[in-house]
């Protein structure tokens, strides 16, 4: 068997796995854990919105209860989207750290078709940063595709 690497650009590796994964859902085989195996490893090379995507297909499975068997398939699920979320966070730790060396308390964050990136805004306190969540619900819900609040969230 060869072992010769091929490339692939980012765009296309993203939209591969995607595709792989969802082939996976609702599957009850091996197949699951070794997708999920496979793009562990590589989850730092999809790009955010790619994440978002695996993110809310992981969520749309779980709210329709089609992870399979609750205790063979359902595991390997959420810990897939465990990783998934983990890997989104240390994204945004890691933009947050680039600005700034200071600890905050509240960050909200969104994605949006135009961007590859999170879009952050840091606040020292709940109230504004619920404040500037729902002018971003309000204003932009045509095209944000996710928007959260961090609470606790610590810089060091």
């Given at each position: 068997?060869?072992?010769?690497?091929?490339?692939?650009?980012?765009?296309?590796?993203?939209?591969?796995?995607?595709?792989?994964?969802?082939?996976?859902?609702?599957?009850?085989?091996?197949?699951?854990?070794?997708?999920q195996g496979i793009?562990?490893?590589?989850?730092?090379?999809?790009?955010?919105?790619?994440?978002?995507?695996?993110?809310?297909?992981?969520?749309?499975?779980?709210?329709?209860?089609l992870y399979g068997?609750?205790?063979?398939?359902?595991?390997?699920?959420?810990?897939?989207?465990?990783?998934?979320?983990?890997?989104?966070?240390?994204?945004?730790?890691?933009?947050?750290?680039?600005?700034?060396?200071?600890?905050?308390?509240?960050?909200?964050?969104?994605?949006?078709?135009?961007?590859?990136?999170?879009?952050?805004?840091?606040?020292?306190?709940?109230?504004?940063?619920?404040?500037?969540?729902?002018?971003?619900?309000?204003?932009?819900?045509?095209?944000?595709?996710?928007?959260?609040?961090?609470?606790t969230f610590t810089?060091?």
């Amino acid at each position: 068997m060869s072992t010769e690497s091929i490339k692939i650009d980012q765009e296309d590796f993203g939209n591969l796995a995607i595709c792989a994964i969802r082939y996976c859902h609702g599957r009850q085989t091996y197949m699951p854990s070794l997708i999920q195996g496979i793009l562990k490893s590589h989850l730092h090379k999809l790009s955010d919105k790619d994440l978002n995507v695996m993110i809310d297909d992981c969520e749309f499975q779980e709210r329709m209860n089609l992870y399979g068997d609750n205790t063979i398939d359902k595991p390997g699920w959420l810990t897939w989207k465990k990783a998934l979320l983990e890997e989104k966070e240390s994204r945004t730790t890691k933009y947050i750290k680039e600005d700034t060396g200071k600890e905050y308390m509240y960050v909200v964050t969104y994605w949006n078709d135009n961007t590859t990136e999170p879009i952050v805004t840091v606040f020292d306190n709940q109230d504004n940063a619920n404040k500037m969540y729902d002018e971003y619900i309000k204003n932009f819900n045509c095209c944000v595709d996710r928007c959260e609040v961090y609470s606790t969230f610590t810089v060091k």
